[in-house]
């Protein structure tokens, strides 16, 4: 696909979001700088007033833009990593136990995004993502299947990285610094597919992980990780 006919599939609402969080990138906005008025973007887009509010609207969600009643919507202060619960490379958990990490690939490919997933990424129907498919071993056990959708516009790149030798997680962080995320924990009985490569028996407990992160003002990555639950557990402490 080429970024004309990319651009032709992204919804005109994101296009408004992609200005808007281009104009921080870039520096010519600063924190508490004050953002065009959605009556303003609706001159320069030519599209409908609801269409700006979406994107003004999930910005401000995203804590990318704050609002200001009476005065009007300015850049927020861009404090995103100190208010999250922090999210690990695998890798590093591992090697922190003092045990040896390794990754087996077994798939890593462009498809189109399904309905679901285009509702996911706001993205159209059948836009293209990235979908990779990982096994990690602890000490040549395997304890997590990650199976990840990525939004090419966060990481162009992800088609061309070795996943043996780094994870997923290691190259997000660098090309998609994390803005925001959100995630559900829950148990379920592996389909077969997955206890095969976990090396379990079919609908064998599992602790599922289901995170969405956000770079950019946009949905960078969705990715639902499979562990075996009587090899597994999640830890963590706020304050």
């Known amino acids: ?9 992204t919804p005109i609402f994101q296009r408004i979001k992609d200005y ?5 990138a870039s520096g010519r906005w600063k924190e508490g700088d004050l953002v065009p008025s959605e009556q303003a973007l609706v001159r320069q887009f030519g599209v409908s007033r609801m269409t700006v509010n979406r994107a003004v609207r999930e910005l401000t969600a995203e804590q990318v833009l704050t609002r200001r009643q009476g005065s009007g919507t300015y850049v927020a202060p861009q404090k995103y990593q100190a208010t999250l619960v922090e999210i690990r490379n695998i890798a590093d958990e591992v090697r922190a136990r003092g045990h040896r990490h390794r990754s087996s690939l077994h798939l890593l490919a462009s ?5 679901a997933l285009a509702l996911q990424f706001g993205l159209a129907p059948d836009a ?3 979908h990779s498919l990982i096994v990690h071993f602890e000490n040549e056990v395997p304890i997590q299947l990650e199976d990840r959708w990525v939004n090419p516009a966060c990481a162009p790149d992800y088609l061309a990285q070795d996943f043996n030798a780094i994870t997923p ?4 962080m660098a090309v998609a610094p994390l803005q925001g995320a959100t ?5 379920l009985g592996a389909p077969r597919d997955v206890a095969e490569l976990l090396a379990i028996e079919a609908k064998s407990p599992c602790l599922v992980l289901k995170r969405k992160t956000t770079s950019g003002g946009r949905v960078a990555s969705s990715v639902t ?10 830890t963590g402490s706020v304050g």
């Open 1 to 9: 696909m080429n970024e004309q006919s990319a651009q032709a599939s």
């Open 20 to 24: 808007l969080v281009g104009e921080i």
């Open 111 to 115: 498809a189109p995004a399904s309905e």
């Open 128 to 130: 293209p993502l990235y």
């Open 169 to 172: 997680n290691e190259h997000l």
């Open 183 to 187: 995630w559900a924990i829950e148990s």
């Open 225 to 234: 990780m499979w562990h075996p639950g009587n090899l597994y557990q999640f």
